[in-house]
């Protein structure tokens, strides 16, 4: 008998188990759309800028980072639309969003449209990279939250690994020395890069239809005071017992809040202006390290580093499969070693990473070196601020601003990954290669020490347990 309810016990575990992960999984969907819609660009841009006549070193920074526009659209209006109509609706139509700007920016006509249609896609990226992390952190059990937020980095990884090989894939081989009037006459700059974007419509698609079976977050049910709706969620995540422990402690902390009903004012107060310049810097912190250059401009920089154009799609879908190994390792180590020690050893190695790279790139090392370090850094990024970045961002606000504070701190990494993204070239032609790197290199190693003096560790712990801890620990700074 007692064989019998230990078997019972185990599997309504499993079953539990089984469905938290599944939801999560089709939530982090929208970071594989993210994940490729981003990264893409950086195969198809040698074409598109043949293609549209591009030059300028300007013109190239505004078409690589337009999106980038859309993605600060999307994070500034996703916390109110988050409250207003439920994380669920949001994913929704983010995914929608992604099909048809997909599609739309792959047979843009003319420039213009191209910009237009890209910033569209950045709005679904916005949306996406706000609402997917706070659903997964608001519907997962404390002991596994760590592991089941990371779930969305390591989708945007599969989607950007998916691009590269996308890409790759599409991309014909170049004969060198081929003249520019037959090269721009090419199948690559006529209709590959075409494809390359219409592509993302596929994983889009299975994610509407995949939406349409997620439930609303439990904590957005209770705000809205459907009991009955919240507790069959719950239910099913946990058991009875686990929605039965949940029901109470966010009741109890909603009835904390019910006197102070949520606001963009209420970020401004003391007890959580210091938890949100936390957040901000954290999110400025991962998009200034640097790493999104070497996917966004890994053809120039491997191209300068001595690469000849075919070797370079081969080099970018070896960067993505790296990104793709230490994210899992990420999503190993995030529940166990912690979110603080993961962050400082990712300062530390990236920095360390870009330093070398500099010297590398100064005193004409082999372009092997140059693939070595920037893979280095790669590993480190994916392993460290990749994830932790977006699991803490999700975790250390009061949940009363939990949706406004996750979009202001979404909107300055979209902020920083625009500065990032646009300035490149014109660093790049100011600077040369040398200098870029070793600008991020400082960076990270300031970084290192913002993370030691500022960062709380939230592991294992539950979102109402992080919110007192947190608020003790600003209270501390500002006294």
């Known amino acids: 008998m007692h064989n019998a309810l230990v078997s019972d016990g185990q599997d309504s575990a499993a079953k539990h188990s089984l469905y938290v992960w599944g939801i999560a999984m089709v939530a982090a ?6 994940g490729y819609d981003w990264v893409v660009i950086g195969g198809a841009r040698q074409f598109y800028e043949v293609h549209f006549h591009l030059t300028s070193a300007a013109v190239v920074g505004w078409a690589n980072s337009c999106a980038l526009v859309g993605c600060l659209v999307g994070s500034a209006g996703a916390g109110s639309l988050a409250d207003r109509f439920g994380r669920r609706r949001l ?13 739309c920016t792959g047979w843009a006509g003319t420039f213009d449209a191209f910009v237009a249609w890209r910033i569209a896609g950045g709005i679904a990226i916005g949306l996406a990279s706000n609402v997917s992390p706070l659903y997964i952190a608001e519907i997962s059990p404390a002991a596994i939250r760590g592991r089941l937020v990371s779930l ?72 809205r005071r459907r009991e009955d709706q919240a507790r069959a969620v719950l239910q099913r995540v946990g058991g009875v017992a686990y929605a039965a422990r949940e029901m109470a402690a966010i009741e109890k902390n909603l009835e904390a809040e019910s006197a102070n009903q949520s606001s963009w004012r209420d970020l401004l107060g003391s007890g959580v202006r210091i938890i949100l310049l936390v957040g901000i810097g954290l999110a400025v912190l991962q998009q200034w390290t640097g790493i999104n250059v070497l996917f966004n401009y890994a053809g120039v920089v491997y191209r300068s580093a001595g690469y000849g154009a075919n070797q370079i799609f081969l080099d970018i879908v070896i960067t993505g499969i790296i990104n793709l190994v ?13 979110r603080r020690r993961l962050m400082l050893f990712g300062c530390v190695g990236i920095g360390i990473s870009h330093l070398l790279c500099a010297l590398a790139y100064r005193q004409g090392w082999p372009p092997v070196a140059v693939l070595a370090l920037t893979l280095s850094a790669i590993a480190c990024y994916a ?10 961002i999700a975790e250390i606000f009061p949940n009363r601003v939990r949706a406004h504070a996750v979009s202001v701190a979404v909107c300055s990494l979209w902020t920083a990954s625009f500065l990032l993204t646009y300035t490149f070239p014109l660093l790049r032609d100011w600077l040369g290669s040398s200098g870029v790197f070793l600008a991020y290199g400082v960076i990270c190693l300031i970084g290192f ?31």
């Open 383 to 392: 392993m460290t601020l990749a994830p932790v970045t977006w699991v803490l």
């Open 326 to 338: 230490f994210t899992v390792v990420a999503m190993l180590l995030v529940d166990r070693v912690g």
């Open 91 to 103: 994913l929704l139509a983010s995914a929608i969003l992604f099909a048809v700007s997909s599609v």
């Open 29 to 34: 969907l929208g970071g594989l759309l993210f």
């Open 449 to 479: 020490f913002l993370v030691a003096r500022f960062v709380p560790e939230t592991k294992g712990r539950t979102l109402e347990e992080i919110e007192a801890n947190v608020a003790q620990a600003a209270r501390w700074v500002s006294s």
């Open 152 to 223: 969305n980095q390591f989708a945007i990884v599969i989607g950007i690994l998916l691009a590269q090989v996308v890409n790759w894939r599409i991309a014909r081989p170049v004969p060198a020395h081929l003249p520019a009037e037959v090269f721009l006459h090419s199948w690559n700059v006529q209709y590959g890069w075409r494809w390359m974007f219409v592509a993302v419509a596929v994983p889009a698609l299975v994610f509407t239809f995949a939406s349409l079976f997620l439930p609303e977050s439990p904590r957005w049910l209770l705000v």
